[in-house]
C-alpha cells in the first residue's frame, strides 16, 4: 500500500470515528440535563457506571459490555475487510 492509498484509508477510517464520537455524544448529551449557560449535568448513577466501565479491562467486561464494544467495532470492519483481507 503507498503512501497515497494509506492517507486515503485513514481519511475513511476517521470519518467513521468520527460518526462514532458523534453518536456517542449526542447519546451523552439526551442523557445529561442542559442548562442556559451551556454546562450538561450527567446523573451520578451513569458518571459512577462510566467510571467503572473506564477502569475495567476488556477481558473483565460482562458479555453485554463486551458486546457493545464489538458492535462499535464493526463499523470498522467493511473497510478492513476490503483493504486488508486479499483479494
Do not use: C, F
Not at 439526551?30 to 479491562?57: C, F, N, Q, Y
Not at 463499523?75 to 486488508?84: K, N, Q, S
Request: glycine fraction near 4%; aromatic fraction near 6%.
Amino acid at each position: 500500500m503507498n503512501q497515497e492509498d494509506l492517507n486515503a484509508l485513514r481519511e475513511r477510517l476517521a470519518a467513521i470515528e468520527h460518526e462514532r464520537w458523534s453518536h456517542w455524544q449526542r447519546y451523552l448529551h439526551s442523557k445529561g440535563t442542559a442548562h442556559a449557560d451551556g454546562s450538561l449535568t450527567i446523573p451520578p448513577e451513569l458518571v459512577g457506571k462510566w467510571a467503572r466501565l473506564m477502569d475495567t479491562p476488556y477481558e473483565r467486561l460482562s458479555e453485554e459490555e463486551k458486546q457493545s464494544d464489538r458492535e462499535q467495532v464493526d463499523r470498522y470492519l467493511p473497510i478492513l475487510r476490503e483493504e486488508v483481507v486479499p483479494k
